[in-house]
């Protein structure tokens, strides 16, 4: 009998790992799902109007929304994140490093990690409860738009809700050569807002569909890096809140199942995105860089990344059931985990890409104008402007397309038809980047499970994913064209910037005027008269 060749000696192999790895695909797929609902929720979560993209004016905000007390719509503010910066591809590998070092004794020297547990959980409470309150309100916000839209196209209008007035007003007629209707009584939408409803019935359906937006309290914090802060805060929120006290309560004192744990670890993960930006692409890839090499010297050269994860049981992970290995307890759940980690550090760099693609949109809707000099002419002499006059020049060089608002209105893309629906220019738009960044984070993970599933032994994620997203991200700029682009596009605030040269342009000034300096000495006072005198005496002359 002939001995096998190579070709089949690498099929037998994969065949026999395929029928090893076939119990998990479930908990692979899970996990992989899992991973992708933060990234997918957060980066869209994320999406504020771009530098390329001009502010709707007053006018057309009312025009769009009519009248903020008279529409469910809420107006939507620009995103205030958390920028990073260079150094910080030095520092958070050191801090990280340092953290985990200091719990890793901690665990050693206490022998039980169970004092440990509940101090970070119950310090890890207080911004779970922000966090799940922030991702139960959202999710709240997306499933009423379902049940009472804003608007909705019915019998070839568009219907928009008046709440205050409690009725539906037609707002465009496709066929201009048709007659408008009367308005309509019924807060339902669709084909549903046709049926003629008991007083009390549609009186008591207004009454649920103002039910979310009442009780409006407007709530004003300033945090340190960040710019004031204005949260209004309604009956939805409230309730937000409540269920989200519940489930830490639930998690600290009662029990921690893997449902729960991850609850608070999608939430985590959703407000972290919002919150933290690399602010360029190449400070982001700086950052992973770091945090790569991170991740594979802690977890293959030191004890103290495994033995953290595996000792402390805190919501900073992600947790899947999965079969029982030979190793497994028998009267213990076996769990599979993803470090939140995994998820947040690229996610990152996603939601960025996110952002770049919508920057992207307006950038190649703007329109050339006038062209402008940065120098001006005064007479004979040539007076050079200010940073701050040429930023607002530049800035006019180019006539940008109004923002329309890219994040939810979920409820109006179902009941409202494409061509009629309203912000289709900002709510749908190409992703290029944002996709190609998605492929990368599935691959590594692929990649990762596979590893880890040959090897048996668990696997620095980053160190699949981190190249496989920058790698997606640098690679499709390179073959769309846009490499100059990415590198010159930050999301740092500009009006930051314009606020720092004016500053320093009046700084100027004041120093170089006699009074910004005392008082005038006398002989400084005498030669001014002087000089005055002078030109009185010339223009005497």
């Given at each position: 009998?002939?001995?096998?060749?190579?070709?089949?000696?690498?099929?037998?192999?994969?065949a026999?790992?395929?029928?090893?790895?076939?119990?998990?695909?479930?908990?692979?797929?899970?996990?992989?799902?899992?991973?992708?609902?933060?990234?997918?929720?957060?980066?869209?979560?994320?999406?504020?109007?771009?530098?390329?993209?001009?502010?709707?004016t007053?006018?057309?905000k009312?025009?769009?929304?009519?009248?903020?007390?008279?529409?469910?719509v809420?107006?939507?503010?620009?995103?205030?994140?958390?920028?990073?910066?260079?150094?910080?591809?030095i520092?958070?590998?050191?801090?990280?490093?340092?953290?985990?070092?200091?719990?890793?004794?901690?665990?050693?020297?206490?022998?039980?990690?169970?004092?440990?547990?509940k101090?970070?959980?119950?310090?890890?409470?207080?911004?779970?409860?922000?966090?799940?309150?922030?991702?139960?309100t959202d999710?709240?916000?997306?499933?009423?738009?379902?049940?009472?839209?804003?608007?909705?196209?019915?019998?070839?209008?568009?219907?928009?809700?008046k709440?205050?007035?409690?009725?539906?007003?037609?707002?465009?007629?496709?066929?201009?050569?048709?007659?408008t209707?009367g308005?309509?009584?019924?807060?339902?939408?669709?084909?549903?807002?046709?049926?003629?409803?008991?007083?009390?019935?549609?009186?008591?359906?207004?009454?649920?569909?103002?039910?979310?937006?009442?009780?409006?309290?407007?709530?004003?914090?300033y945090?340190?890096?960040?710019?004031?802060?204005?949260?209004?805060?309604?009956?939805?929120?409230?309730?937000?809140?409540?269920?989200?006290?519940?489930?830490?309560?639930?998690?600290?004192?009662?029990?921690?199942?893997?449902?729960?744990?991850?609850?608070?670890?999608?939430?985590?993960?959703?407000?972290?995105?919002?919150?933290?930006?690399?602010?360029?692409?190449?400070?982001?890839?700086?950052?992973?860089?770091?945090?790569?090499?991170?991740?594979?010297?802690?977890?293959?050269?030191?004890?103290?990344?495994?033995?953290?994860?595996?000792?402390?049981?805190i919501?900073?992970?992600?947790?899947?059931?999965?079969?029982?290995?030979?190793?497994?307890?028998?009267?213990?759940?076996?769990?599979s985990?993803?470090?939140?980690?995994?998820?947040?550090?690229?996610?990152?760099?996603?939601g960025?890409?996110?952002?770049?693609?919508?920057?992207?949109?307006?950038?190649?809707?703007?329109?050339?104008?006038?062209?402008?000099?940065?120098n001006?002419?005064?007479?004979?002499?040539e007076?050079?402007?200010?940073?701050?006059?040429?930023?607002?020049?530049?800035?006019?060089?180019?006539?940008?397309?109004?923002?329309?608002?890219?994040?939810?209105?979920?409820?109006?893309?179902?009941?409202?038809?494409?061509?009629?629906?309203?912000?289709?220019d900002?709510?749908?738009?190409?992703?290029?980047?944002?996709?190609?960044?998605?492929?990368?984070?599935?691959?590594?993970?692929?990649?990762?499970?596979?590893?880890?599933?040959?090897?048996?032994?668990?696997?620095?994620?980053?160190?699949?994913?981190?190249?496989?997203?920058?790698?997606?991200?640098?690679?499709?700029?390179?073959?769309?064209?846009?490499?100059k682009?990415?590198?010159?596009?930050?999301?740092?605030?500009?009006?930051?910037?314009?606020?720092?040269?004016?500053?320093?342009?009046?700084?100027a000034?004041e120093?170089?005027?006699?009074?910004?300096?005392?008082?005038?000495?006398?002989?400084?006072?005498?030669?001014?008269?002087?000089?005055?005198?002078?030109?009185?005496?010339?223009?005497?002359?």
């Amino acid at each position: 009998m002939s001995t096998p060749g190579p070709t089949a000696e690498i099929l037998g192999r994969i065949a026999y790992e395929l029928a090893l790895i076939q119990p998990y695909i479930p908990t692979y797929l899970h996990l992989l799902v899992a991973a992708l609902f933060p990234i997918y929720t957060g980066a869209h979560a994320s999406l504020s109007r771009p530098k390329s993209a001009a502010d709707a004016t007053k006018e057309t905000k009312n025009t769009t929304n009519n009248a903020e007390e008279d529409e469910d719509v809420m107006a939507e503010s620009d995103q205030q994140m958390q920028g990073l910066s260079p150094t910080d591809a030095i520092l958070y590998p050191v801090l990280t490093g340092c953290t985990l070092g200091a719990l890793y004794f901690l665990i050693k020297w206490l022998k039980d990690p169970a004092i440990l547990n509940k101090i970070l959980n119950w310090y890890l409470s207080i911004f779970g409860v922000l966090a799940i309150t922030k991702l139960l309100t959202d999710s709240m916000t997306i499933v009423t738009s379902f049940i009472f839209p804003a608007r909705y196209s019915d019998n070839g209008l568009i219907w928009e809700i008046k709440r205050k007035q409690r009725l539906a007003v037609p707002k465009a007629v496709q066929d201009p050569s048709r007659k408008t209707p009367g308005h309509r009584f019924s807060p339902l939408p669709g084909p549903l807002s046709r049926i003629t409803l008991p007083h009390r019935l549609n009186k008591a359906l207004w009454a649920l569909r103002d039910f979310p937006t009442q009780g409006v309290y407007m709530l004003e914090a300033y945090m340190r890096g960040l710019s004031g802060v204005r949260v209004s805060i309604n009956t939805q929120d409230r309730i937000g809140f409540s269920l989200a006290v519940l489930a830490i309560l639930y998690f600290n004192l009662v029990d921690k199942p893997w449902w729960l744990t991850n609850l608070v670890g999608f939430s985590f993960s959703y407000s972290a995105l919002q919150l933290m930006s690399p602010t360029t692409c190449w400070t982001g890839t700086l950052v992973l860089t770091a945090l790569f090499f991170y991740d594979i010297y802690f977890v293959f050269f030191t004890p103290l990344m495994i033995t953290v994860a595996t000792s402390l049981d805190i919501p900073v992970k992600l947790l899947f059931p999965r079969p029982p290995g030979v190793n497994d307890k028998p009267n213990k759940k076996a769990l599979s985990m993803l470090g939140l980690g995994d998820v947040v550090i690229p996610g990152m760099m996603i939601g960025f890409a996110l952002r770049f693609d919508l920057y992207l949109f307006y950038l190649r809707k703007q329109k050339c104008q006038k062209d402008f000099q940065d120098n001006v002419l005064v007479g004979n002499i040539e007076k050079e402007e200010s940073s701050t006059d040429k930023m607002k020049k530049r800035s006019h060089e180019m006539l940008k397309a109004q923002y329309q608002s890219a994040t939810g209105g979920w409820g109006e893309r179902f009941w409202l038809r494409t061509q009629d629906y309203d912000r289709i220019d900002g709510g749908v738009f190409p992703k290029t980047y944002f996709h190609a960044s998605v492929v990368g984070y599935v691959l590594g993970m692929l990649c990762t499970l596979g590893v880890m599933q040959v090897y048996q032994h668990g696997q620095p994620a980053l160190l699949y994913l981190v190249p496989a997203v920058l790698g997606s991200l640098w690679g499709t700029a390179l073959f769309k064209g846009d490499l100059k682009t990415m590198w010159e596009y930050s999301e740092a605030d500009e009006e930051d910037k314009l606020k720092g040269d004016e500053k320093l342009d009046s700084k100027a000034n004041e120093e170089s005027s006699p009074q910004a300096k005392g008082t005038l000495s006398e002989d400084s006072s005498k030669d001014l008269a002087e000089g005055e005198s002078g030109k009185f005496h010339t223009a005497a002359k």
